[in-house]
């Protein structure tokens, strides 16, 4: 009861104040990839935990809105090099920051997530995980700059069953 | 005496496993199966649409769908004792057709979250309406769940109310009817035939991405 109140509560100050919220969660971001390393993960307030959440659900709509775009461009039949390019850069530049975006205290008992418990229960699996889709977005960067069509196919569906890899494990289904 | 024929009969069955299926592969993330088997439904419902007009007489919409008086009268318990769909019942068969259809048109140009995967007209429209199309697409399946609890509850109280079962005439093709009505009036088999052909048809180039085929 408390907790459903807090986290409404945590909703409504984050919609009131989104714009600096987002700053705010940069800098933890920031913050939390940078002590990770340290291993001494800050406890989170729970606006911090919430702003995180967020933006780590912006982020991964953005990831999937540009595969989307790149899928599209090529079922269209002429697929255009300057969207794929665009949509290659944007994920292979997001890629690599996906494990910063789920530190300690941003899972599903803290707010609405889709991100399953078991990503803090598995940390090496899910990071490694990761780093597959990391690595594949440079694969697919890289084939989007040199602008060979076949490699970019190949290497787009790679990187697709890596996002899937990771999401039939530790994502919740969106209903 | 004859009540539903064979293309009919073929269609409700299919149309069920169909739409099961696609449950489940929605369910469990078998998207690309979800797709095909949506292509699938596609093809079924083109060509029912078509047999409305040219197939037997219990298939054609013109036999079956009436205005709102008889629907009243008949609701009012004026007797009823034609073969075929109720004025009622035929209520219920126009709404999940319609229903149907919608759900249809909609995952042809819905693509998942991930942008991974398409319905084959997806390119046609911008990423936002895709997303739009696939929460509709979600919701709009709860209405056709719904729509399918009345019927098979239609199916128990025609059973155990009214002593009258229902789904075996929907399997062999043929009832009891005491009433001196006219039984089924059948349509030709390669009138049927044309008419998958050109669902069949119709669904290739959808899946080719249509107008010019893709862009």
């Not at chain 1, 889709?114 to 598995?122: N, S, V």
């Not at chain 2, 390669?190 to 080719?208: D, E, H, K, Q, S």
Request: proline letters at 5%; a positive charge.
């Amino acid at each position: 009861m408390v907790r459903t109140a807090c986290v409404a509560l945590g909703a409504i100050v984050l919609l009131s104040c989104s714009a600096s919220k987002s700053n705010q969660a940069n800098a933890a971001s920031n913050s939390v990839a940078a002590s990770a390393e340290a291993r001494t993960p800050p406890k989170l307030t729970h606006d911090q935990a919430l702003a995180l959440m967020k933006q780590r659900n912006d982020n991964m709509k953005a990831m999937g809105d540009a595969a989307g775009k790149v899928g599209k461009s090529f079922q269209s039949g002429s697929p255009d090099l300057n969207v794929i390019r665009q949509a290659a850069a944007q994920i292979a530049s997001l890629a690599p920051k996906v494990v910063s975006w789920f530190p300690a205290g941003t899972g599903p008992d803290v707010g609405k997530t889709r991100a399953k418990a078991e990503i803090w229960q598995k940390p090496e699996d899910f990071a490694s995980k990761a780093h597959d889709l990391s690595q594949a977005a440079t694969d697919f960067n890289d084939a989007a700059k040199l602008g060979d069509m076949n490699r970019i196919k190949v290497t787009f569906g790679a990187m697709g069953k890596t996002c899937k890899a990771c999401h039939d494990l530790y994502r919740a289904p969106e209903h | 005496m004859r009540v539903w024929d064979l293309p009919i009969r073929l269609f409700h069955w299919l149309l069920t496993g169909l739409i099961a299926f696609s449950w489940w592969t929605a369910e469990y993330d078998h998207l690309d199966w979800h797709i095909w088997s949506g292509c699938a439904i596609l093809t079924l419902l083109i060509f029912r649409l078509l047999w409305g007009f040219v197939g037997s007489s219990t298939a054609r919409f013109a036999s079956f769908v009436r205005g709102p008086k008889s629907v009243v009268r008949y609701l009012r318990g004026s007797r009823w004792d034609a073969v075929g769909h109720t004025p009622l019942g035929a209520l219920s068969v126009i709404a999940l057709l319609l229903l149907l259809s919608l759900q249809v048109g909609l995952g042809l140009i819905a693509e998942d979250e991930d942008g991974i995967y398409f319905g084959p007209l997806a390119h046609l429209v911008s990423t936002d309406t895709s997303d739009t199309a696939r929460d509709i697409h979600a919701l709009n399946f709860d209405l056709i769940l719904a729509l399918i609890a009345l019927h098979i509850g239609a199916l128990l109280y025609y059973r155990f109310v009214r002593g009258k079962g229902l789904t075996l005439p929907m399997i062999i093709g043929r009832a009891r009817v005491d009433a001196p009505v006219q039984p089924m009036q059948p349509a030709k088999w390669w009138v049927a035939a044309l008419c998958l052909a050109v669902a069949l048809g119709i669904t290739r180039w959808v899946i080719a991405g249509a107008p010019p085929f893709g862009s």
